[in-house]
């Protein structure tokens, strides 16, 4: 079992839609989560991070962590044509000795 | 504030040949640095990290090696490139001394090896 695992998609949903994007990890030490957004041929860059459990609003994106069940989403609101990117799960344990484990990405499309 | 900057942004580079590509962070001390691959379907592919000058970790065997001459400046290199070497290669950067904090990445080099 992969220690992150993320549906790769594509998902394509119409403007105004609301997205969810999600991924399930297997190690329980996890503590840090962050989701990346990468445009094509560009490099990803830093959308949300959370803390442990719970949920987190920035705008229209909601990250939501529930470590009981090892499962963290990413929901869109109001999606527009300009989120048509693909979105990066990434998390990392309280340790700190290892490096970001990154899920493979979910290519998202939102049509105009 | 805090950049990266990578560079080329493309390259296409025939078998056999070598490679280097550089990588440098401004306005900040010590960063713990890193390269990854992306390949179509398969993710980012962590190649190598380095907390600190001359200190590099490999994750994966393969065809390249990395070197970090300086703080702020992380190279990959190669003495003979294989097609199988072709992908986007990201260098990124997290605040020290731990390397569970997020990660902040490059513009990204697209290699075509032919």
């Known amino acids: 079992q992969k220690e992150v695992e993320q549906d790769p998609g594509p998902l394509s949903v119409p403007e105004g839609a609301i997205v969810s994007l999600n991924c399930t990890y297997s190690?329980?030490?996890?503590?840090?989560f962050m989701w990346y957004r990468q445009y094509s041929r560009k490099g990803p860059e830093l959308l949300m991070y959370t803390y442990s459990s719970g949920n987190k609003e920035d705008g229209r994106f909601t990250a939501q962590v529930d470590k009981s069940s090892k499962y963290i989403s990413l929901f869109i609101r109001d999606s527009q044509p300009s989120d048509s990117a693909t979105y990066l799960c990434a998390m990392s344990a309280r340790s700190g000795n290892t490096p970001l484990v990154f899920g493979k990405g979910t290519r998202l499309s939102v049509i105009a | 504030s805090q950049t990266i900057h990578q560079w080329p942004a493309t390259l296409v580079q025939p078998v056999g040949s070598p490679l280097s590509l550089e990588c440098t962070v401004e306005g900040t001390s010590n960063p713990n640095l890193y390269w990854y691959r992306q390949a179509a379907g398969r993710g980012l592919q962590l190649l190598f990290y380095?907390?600190?000058?001359?200190?590099i970790s490999s994750e994966v065997p393969q065809n390249l090696s990395a070197s970090r001459p300086q703080d702020r400046q992380f190279i990959l290199s190669s003495k003979k490139l294989l097609l199988s070497d072709s992908g986007f290669y990201l260098c990124?950067?997290?605040?020290?001394?731990?390397?569970?904090?997020?990660?902040?990445f490059g513009q990204g080099t697209r290699l075509t090896v032919v």
């Open positions: 380095s907390v600190g000058i001359g200190q």
């Open positions: 190690n329980s030490a996890f503590q840090y």
């Open positions: 990124a950067w997290s605040v020290p001394p731990t390397m569970n904090t997020e990660a902040f």
